[in-house]
């Protein structure tokens, strides 16, 4: 027996659905460990599957290993954030595989598209997280500015200005970060 046209439909519209629910493009996540400039997260939204009665089979997430971090910075200079678990931020995928371009090679070292192996984390905080702000620095290769709420220092290979200017004149102790 032929199908009809709303079945038809209907399995056309089945099928696009599964094919959405496949493509990763961003989700909201947050971190479990930080590992230098990567993180380990898990997604704070349940993934599933639609159903035929258009409900989802939820399923709970799985946490995700060695997600590269978005920082701000170019030509050697560097904003940086100073990341904890549970900070959160999305997750954003990739077109392609990016372990190849990591490394600085342009081509993707397989098919994978859209795959959740292939993104990247940029940190931000989101309404209704606690946004106390701890401290912004900003690094150039040799230069660390640091600027925090009850102070502030600058840094040269580690070494703080501060420290050095507060031992002629200890009333400066006081701005130091």
Not at 38 to 51: Q, T
Request: aromatic share 6%.
């Amino acid at each position: 027996m032929a199908k009809t046209s709303s079945e038809i439909i209907g399995s056309t519209k089945s099928s696009i659905q599964s094919k959405k629910d496949e493509l990763n493009v961003a989700i909201p996540a947050r971190i479990l460990n930080v590992k230098k400039n990567r993180v380990d997260i898990i997604p704070d939204i349940n993934r599933g599957p639609m159903l035929g009665d258009g409900t989802r089979d939820y399923k709970e997430t799985t946490p995700i290993y060695g997600i590269p971090v978005v920082n701000l910075g170019c030509g050697g200079f560097l904003i940086n954030i100073p990341l904890k678990r549970g900070c959160k931020g999305l997750y954003i995928h990739c077109d392609y595989d990016i372990d190849n371009w990591l490394e600085g090679d342009p081509n993707p070292h397989t098919a994978r598209t859209h795959d959740l192996n292939d993104g990247f984390f940029i940190p931000a905080p989101f309404q209704g997280d606690d946004n106390e702000v701890k401290c912004l620095e900003i690094k150039s290769p040799n230069i660390t500015l640091k600027i925090c709420e009850n102070g502030f220092d600058i840094l040269k290979g580690g070494a703080s200005f501060m420290d050095a200017l507060s031992s002629c004149c200890p009333a400066v102790a006081d701005w130091k970060a």
